[in-house]
């Protein structure tokens, strides 16, 4: 097991991308490492590269933000998600194309999360919920990460989820010694992606290890657990794990605000599915329409 373990460590230190980290990245890192650069700025080097420009704009008018009109131009983009958000687009996008085209149910069920996650912080007025929401699309990271480069041991993973009935995290946990949570906290921490994306993406599965954005993690765990019990898309297993208390004590909900929320997620999990089936048709390499 330790093997194991140090093996999948050893492999996800060398990993750069799934497949290859965007040159434009190196780039957008330098800029934004800069106090004084601005939207229109970021907004020419993301450009040059057509087919990421094409992805950002996709992403950006997808149901899960659920911005009322749509999004023409990459400057724009920046301006309603904010840099930490367009650059973990950009340096996911591969991730986000991988899902599409490989694994329908996990990109739906993250889609899901995503949209729950928005609609939740918006709710709690959290601030920067785009960024809670690019949390809830990238929670499940590290399953992608495990059906891409570790297939030998997915194979294992999901033996045990079927012939034991485990959570996917216990059946990770006894194959690799560590779970997709772990291995999304070591990708994200290697990519410099913000803490405030980090913690939910790491312990969403276990809030009370969360130290500065706790309230964002407990969102992100909700919508998780909301999104299986909707059973929209698929996290790999068919068990709806239990709310932790200590989300529950964070976030406050009364059953008001759930009733008020239920009928929000149901449209934009219903403009998600359109969404779903134009990637399937075109991929995430298209512009959407300009604006009239």
Known sequence: ???TKRKVKKRLRNLQSLPTLPPVVTKLTKLLGDDNTTALQLAKVIEKDQV???KVLKMVNSAFYGFPRRISTVSN???LLGFNVIRTLVITASIFEMMQSEDLSLWEHSLGVAAAAG???????IPNPEEVTTAGLLHD??????????PEYQRQIA??????ELYTREAESRVLGLDHGEIGRLLTNQWNLPERLIEPIAYH???????RF??????VHFADIIIRAWGYGSGGDPWVPPLADKAWKLLRLKEKDLEELMPQLDDRLLDLRFFTMEMQGGGLDQNPPSQS
């Open 1 to 3: 097991m330790d093997e």
């Open 52 to 54: 990421l420009t094409g």
């Open 77 to 79: 983009a920046i301006v």
């Open 119 to 125: 609609l939740l912080a918006t709710k709690l007025e």
């Open 141 to 150: 990271l590290g399953k992608v990460v495990i059906r891409a480069e570790f």
């Open 159 to 164: 033996s045990l989820i079927k012939e034991e």
């Open 205 to 211: 599965h276990e809030v009370e290890k969360a130290r």
């Open 214 to 219: 706790k309230k964002e993690t407990a969102v």
